[in-house]
T-cell receptor, first 116, second 115 residues
């Protein structure tokens, strides 16, 4: 079974609008971390935001926020006020605790295109 | 602060030839990871080091792939012999340690093409 599922292969958004990228995860470990990374065409993976399984509040980092719904096992990334430079692949990742041997796993990614 | 350094950035080889990739992690980072990323997919972990020790290499094809991290700093990933299916981007990442909260920082990757 897939541990990380990103159901949107591609998304389009108009500049200055907000966009939500979906991510669901599967784990039975009570301790885990969720991460979002951005990968522009240059290829480097850039860390965006982190959410811990025990964190009470949703994580925010500038224009990025994580809509964490633990009971639904979802960790959607919200990008507000999209910019042309946000066009890239976005990957959701999870790191499980001892039950998962701390092995990080990534989803297949969502391609985001921001148009003027 | 310098990021994760990888070399070479690009490599084209013929099948059955050997190839090696090098990675220097962020200073002070104890955990080092090698990933393979196929076109259109997310990275897949090949091997993870805690200092000099390989703590997870279950996805590493051990018949042709090998890795080492001498002195717990930089690392080398080798493929011998390379096959057509090895064409991919090989990413190196590092983190302070291997806990669930630790963020991985990635290098620019090595794009390998096997002809």
């Amino acid at each position: 079974a897939q541990k990380i599922t990103q159901t949107q292969p591609g998304m389009f958004v108009q500049e200055k609008e907000a966009v939500t990228l979906d991510c669901t995860y599967d784990t039975s470990d009570p301790s885990y971390g969720l991460f979002w990374y951005k990968q522009p065409s240059s290829g480097e993976m850039i860390f965006l935001i982190y959410q811990g399984s025990y964190d009470q509040q949703n994580a925010t980092e500038g224009r990025y926020s994580l809509n964490f719904q633990k009971a639904r096992k979802s960790a959607n990334l919200v990008i507000s006020a999209s910019q042309l430079g946000d066009s890239a692949m976005y990957f959701c990742a999870m790191r499980e605790g001892p039950g998962g041997s701390y092995i990080p796993t990534f989803g297949r990614g969502t391609s985001l295109i921001v148009h003027p | 602060e310098a990021g994760v350094v990888q070399s070479p950035r690009y490599k084209i080889i013929e099948k059955k030839q050997p190839v090696a990739f090098w990675c220097n992690p962020i200073s002070g980072h104890n955990t080092l990871y090698w990933y393979r990323q196929n076109l259109g997919q997310g990275p897949e972990l090949l091997i993870r080091y805690e200092n000099e020790e390989a703590v997870d290499d279950s996805q590493l094809p051990k018949d042709r792939f090998s890795a080492e991290r001498l002195k717990g700093v930089d690392s080398t990933l080798k493929i011998q012999p390379a096959e057509l299916g090895d064409s991919a981007v090989y990413l190196c990442a590092s983190s302070l340690d291997g806990g669930t909260r630790e963020t991985q920082y990635f290098g620019p990757g090595t794009r390998l093409l096997v002809l």
